[in-house]
């Protein structure tokens, strides 16, 4: 079985900074997808970013983008020029190839952005 | 295009009693999963559905639980005698394939149990 852990459960940021969340997985698979959702206090779920295990090069949206360390499995999401709408809970999620994809989400960061 | 549909957003319930809630999901997707989320929690998988077959209950609970997908009509999941520890909020998502696609997630049905 899959497991998901995101080791900061709070984080802050001054709006127009940069920072990173963190990721680690654990699988015995090689070939897998991974995600990074966003749920603001709507609760919502909105995807982010969404990145390929066969792909060397890291996923890029605009202010967001991943630090994707396969060999450490590890998959971190940097939000760069921080804005006060990117306050929310942030989830990172995994998903293995094949069929019965379920997501296999992590316990979650609570992303604080501040004027 | 409407995105994935849910109702009701807010369901309050007696210990005992039933609870259903729906889920359809976006034109043109044909898989559908439930997830459920426990307060201050990750979202947790419960049941992978297409039209009509239930594909993968592995994180349904044993008793009380089950989920639907008819060929005609959004999903259900429901949660027969409820018990406060079922209070959650409850999320549908679709895809289009089963394979690494972006799932597309709900509003949730808040479900609280009194």
């Known amino acids: 079985a899959q497991t998901v852990t995101q080791s900061q459960p709070e984080m802050s940021v001054q709006e127009a900074e940069t920072v990173t969340l963190s990721c680690t997985y654990d699988t015995s698979e090689n070939n897998y997808y991974l995600f990074w959702y966003k749920q603001p206090p709507s609760r919502q779920m909105i995807l982010v970013i969404r990145q390929e295990a066969y792909k060397q090069q890291n996923a890029t949206e605009n202010r967001f983008s991943v630090n994707f360390q396969k060999a450490a499995k590890s998959f971190s999401l940097k939000i760069s020029d921080s804005q006060l709408g990117d306050t929310a809970m942030y989830f990172c999620?995994?998903?293995?190839?094949?069929?019965?994809?379920?997501?296999?989400f992590g316990g979650g960061t609570r992303l604080m952005v501040k004027p | 295009n409407a995105g994935v549909m849910q109702n009701p957003r807010h369901l309050v319930r007696r210990r005992g009693q039933e609870a259903r809630l729906r889920c359809s999901p976006m034109?043109?997707?044909?898989?559908v999963y439930w997830y459920r989320q426990l307060p201050e929690e990750g979202l947790k998988f419960m049941v992978y559905l297409q039209k009509e077959n239930i594909i993968d209950e592995s994180g349904m609970p044993k008793e009380r639980f089950s989920a639907e997908f008819p060929k005609e009509g959004p999903s259900i999941l429901r949660i027969q005698q409820v018990v406060r520890g079922d209070s959650a909020a409850y999320f549908c998502?679709?895809?289009?394939?089963?394979?690494?696609?972006?799932?597309?997630f709900g509003p949730g049905t808040r479900l609280t149990v009194l």
């Open positions: 998502a679709s895809s289009r394939r089963n394979t690494g696609n972006e799932q597309f």
């Open positions: 034109k043109g997707h044909s898989h």
């Open positions: 999620a995994f998903m293995k190839e094949g069929a019965g994809n379920m997501l296999t």
